[in-house]
C-alpha cells in the first residue's frame, strides 16, 4: 500500500504537523516518522484545509463534450482544489432518471481525479411539468440528494411544493435556480437598472430572484423540507433568507467568486465573457452578498462553473450563451477578496468551500476535519503565493474565463483525493514515487 507523508502543513488551529496518509485515509496527525513512506509532500508554510467541495459545477457531458467532459472539468476541479464537484441535470440528455445519474456517477469514479457526484432533475427534461425520478435517483448507486433544474427555474409553484414533500423522507434538497420567468425571460440578460438602459440590453431585474426566493422559502417551511437557493445575487434576496433562517426554515444558499467580486459596469465593453445568469449586479448588492457569507447567511461558495465552447460564446451580447468559468480560480479569488483583507480566515474558508457544502449535498466522506481515520481529501493552500490567470493554460476545455490576466494571492499547491495527489507541483514531491502519484 502507498503511504504518503505530508510534511510540516498549517492545520485549522495549530502549527505545522505532519499527516501520514495510507489507503484512502488519514492515518496519523502530529510528528511522524518518515520510515517506509513512499511519497513525501513538503508542506512547509502551506494551510491544509479539508478538501474543497463545490456543489454547483456544469461539466456538460454527457452531450456538450465540445465544451467540457466530466475528465476535463475533473481536471480543473482538482487543479482548483476540489475533492468533489455535484454535477448539475442540464446535460443532453438531462440527468432524471437512475441511469444516467449512474452514468455520470461512473465517468467520474473512472476519471478518479475528484468524487462527482450527480444532481438529478427535479423534472422531466427540465421542462418543469412532470417530476423525474426523484426517489428512484435517491435509491440508485449514485444515491441523489441534490436536486436541480438549473438553468430554468421551478417556477410552478405545485411542482415546487410536491417535489419537496417528495425528497423529505430522505433527506433530499432542491437546490433552485431562483428566477421567475415572466419578471425576467429568456432574453434578460443584464441587471435591470441604469446600465441596462445606457446600454440598450434586456433587464433582468433583482425582483424575479427574490420573488421566488420568499414563494420557496415559505414552501420549505410549509413542507418541513430543505431548500437550497443557488446563485444568490442581490441583497434583497439575502434579507429574505436571513429572516427565514430567524424563524428555524429549512433553507441554505450559495453565492459564487464572480458575484462576491464583479459588478455590473463590466458590462459596457459589451464583452460576453461578462455574460451570466443571474447577471452581475451593482456594488450595494455584491456589498451585501459579501457579508451575508461572512455572518453565515449564505453558507456556502459554490462556483457555477459554466464552461462555453467558443461558437457558443463569442457572438454579440444578446446572443451570446450564458455562464463562466470557476473552478480554478475559486480558491485565488476568496483568497484574495476575503483573507487577505481579513473578512474571513482559512476555518472560515474551510467552512464555506468544504464543511457546509458537504453538509448541505450530504456527502459523508467529505468536509471533515484533517484528523486520524477522516478520509484523506484535502487541498493545500500556498495563501502568499501569487498567480496570474491565464485562460490559454486552463485544464477546461473551454476558455470563457473572467479573470484572464488577474493577479490573486493564494493559490492551490496540492489537491489530495481519497489519498492520491490529484494535483501538485511536482518539484514538491519527493522523486523516489512521485510519478507513481502524481497523476
Ligand atoms: N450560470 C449560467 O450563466 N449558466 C449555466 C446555467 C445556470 O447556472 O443557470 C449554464 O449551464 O451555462
Ligand atoms: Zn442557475
Ligand atoms: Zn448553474
Redesign the pocket.
Known sequence: MSRLLIKGARLLGAEGADLLVEDGLIREVGRVDATGVDTTVDADGLVALPGLVDL?V?LREPGREDAETIATGSAAAAAGGFTAVFA?A?TSPVTDTAEAAERVLDLGAACGLTQVVPVGAVTKGLEGVELAELGLMARSRARVRVFSD??KCVHDARIMRRALEYIKPFGGVISQ?AQDPRLADASACCHEGEVSGRLGLPGWPGIAEESIVARDVMLARHTGSRVHI??VSTAASVEVIRWAKAQGIEVTAEVTPHHLALTTDLLTGYDPVY???PPLRPAEDVEALRQALVDGTIDAVAT?H?P?ARHDKEHAFVDA????LGLETALPVVSELLVRPGLLDWAGVARVMSVNPARIGQLAGQGRPLAAGSPANLTLIDPDRAVTVDAATSRSRSRNNPWHGRTFTGAVVTTVHRGRVTHGTDHQLTPSTATENAL
Open positions: 454547483h456544469h448539475m442540464n438549473d438553468g435556480h443557488a446563485h455574460k451570466v445568469n457555477d459554466a462555453h450563451a450564458f455562464g463562466m
